[in-house]
């Protein structure tokens, strides 16, 4: 099993950013990909982008191509989300995955994410 602490949420304005981080502990040597996803209020939870653990391979969803950015330290056990020109619908609460190998994926608590117009 794999514990994820996320911290860096908040209150921001359309144009600034914003730095997520995924501090992982426990098994981590069995993360496959570490995963950034968000749901707005009455909206499906939707995969805003990954990073796989081993090879550093990154995944965007489209809406985000070009504003987020997703990296990891893997000495430190921790994936950043780095958002820029944020949007007010990029307005969530954010959750960090952890993509198991051999075992259920981990999931973080959550962070909100509040973007002003």
């Known amino acids: 099993q794999v514990q994820l602490v996320e911290s860096g949420g908040g209150l921001v304005q359309a144009g600034d950013s914003l730095r997520l981080s995924c501090a992982a502990s426990g098994r981590t040597f069995s993360i496959y990909s570490m995963d950034w996803f968000r749901q707005a209020p009455g909206k499906d939870r939707e995969n805003v982008c990954s990073i796989t653990w081993s090879t550093g391979s990154t995944y965007y969803t489209e809406s985000v191509k070009g504003r987020f950015t997703i990296s990891r330290d893997n000495a430190k056990n921790t994936v950043f989300l780095q958002m820029n020109t944020l949007k007010p619908e990029d307005t969530a609460v954010y959750y960090c995955?952890?993509?198991?190998?051999?075992?259920?994926?981990?999931w973080g608590q959550g962070t909100q994410i509040t973007v002003s117009s």
């Open positions: 995955r952890a993509r198991m190998i051999g075992t259920n994926d981990c």
